[in-house]
Structures are given as C-alpha cells and as structure tokens.
C-alpha cells in the first residue's frame, strides 16, 4: 500500500533498510530502488549502536550494507538511519559510520505511526501539522509497517501537494545538515 501511495503520487522516498529486515522480506526490498526509491542503512540488528562494542559495531554496519546491497543491487551510502536517532551524537559511532562512508539523518517531524492506537487521521494530522511547523526541508519519519502509515500516507501527500509542497528525497536537501533530529526522541518512545 505505501509504494501505490507514492507511485500515484509520483513520489520518490527514502527507505531506511535493516540487513535482517532485507533478508526477510527480500521481495519488497527489491520493489524500492526498482521503482525508483532511494535506500539507505537503519543497521543489521536494529541495536542502540553506543551499547555495541567496537567489534560489535563494525559487524552491524557491515553486515547491514552486505545484504542491503546483494539484495537490493543498491548501495545504501551515503545515507544511514540509526535506530531510535541513538548514537547520532556519540563520537565513536559518528567515527564508525565516517570510516564507512556513511552520514546519518535524522527527523524533523515523527508520525509516531508505530502506536497501535494511533488512527490514520492522527498520524495525518500530525504529519501535517509537524511539516507547516518545520517548514522548508522537512525530514518526515514514516514507518511502513503500520496500518495507519498505508492509510495516512494518501492523505498526507494529497494535502501537502494542495499547498504546494515540493516533497522530496533527504538526497534533495543538500542545503540542510541532515545529522541531527529536531529534538532526540522521548523516553520510551519507538522511533525506530
């Protein structure tokens, strides 16, 4: 549902990928360069990188970038997500993901469409209301998994295209520093 949502749009996005989500479900890893989307990196484990030792680290990244790239036939660089925006701002795995050509991007405006609670409306409504706050550049997080995500993203990108939004890949935003979050992600929430 997420790629014909973006397919009638005729909008291209930014898919985060972790290596044993790839290996998975390695149909619908396939669909996203094939159909014109950009991939980037979210790990192998999905793990909070600072807790990783140095080996541990190094394993999750290349392991990640193997089956990313044997799979999809794309190259996740430059782009890399860490899991819950964690170790974003920790020197050794900034370190980490340099060595390996990576730079992370973080978010501007959060769905949290992972709620099971959470309607297609809300996740909408916050989407729309997080990006008019922002303003230009705004990174949206999505998760595709989510019902409300599949169901909320038509909405969403038939309201912003109403105003006249230009909606883009983060590869698009080269004027932006795309490393940090607009605010690090609360306690206990999931971000992924």
């Keep these: 549902a997420v790629f014909d949502a973006l397919a009638a749009a005729e909008v291209r996005a930014m898919f985060f990928l972790q290596g044993r989500w790839v290996r998975a479900f390695s149909g619908a890893a396939r669909r996203i ?20 030792s140095d080996g ?3 394993f999750d990244l290349r392991e990640a970038e ?6 999809t036939g794309a190259s996740p660089r430059p782009w890399f ?12 795995v900034r370190e980490a993901l340099e060595r390996h050509g990576f730079t992370h991007v973080g978010w501007d405006v959060v769905a949290e469409d992972w709620e099971e609670s959470r309607t297609a409306g ?19 997080l ?6 409300a995500t599949a169901d909320a993203l038509p909405s969403v990108l ?6 006249d939004a230009r909606l883009v890949t983060v590869a698009e935003l080269i004027d932006r520093d795309l490393s ?8 206990g929430s999931n971000p992924r």
């Design 66 to 71: 193997r089956w990313i790239r044997a799979t």
């Design 33 to 52: 360069p094939d159909e014109g989307h950009l991939v980037g990196s979210h790990s192998h484990f999905h793990a909070r990188l600072p807790h990783l």
């Design 81 to 92: 997500r860490c899991p819950w925006g964690n170790g974003a701002q920790d020197a050794r």
């Design 180 to 187: 940090a979050a607009a605010s690090p992600p609360l306690a």
């Design 122 to 140: 809300e996740v909408a409504e916050d989407v729309v209301a997080g990006t008019h706050a922002v303003g230009d550049g705004a990174v949206v």
């Design 158 to 163: 038939e309201r912003l295209r109403g105003e």
């Design 142 to 147: 999505f998760h595709t998994w989510p019902e």
């Design 56 to 58: 541990g680290l190094e």
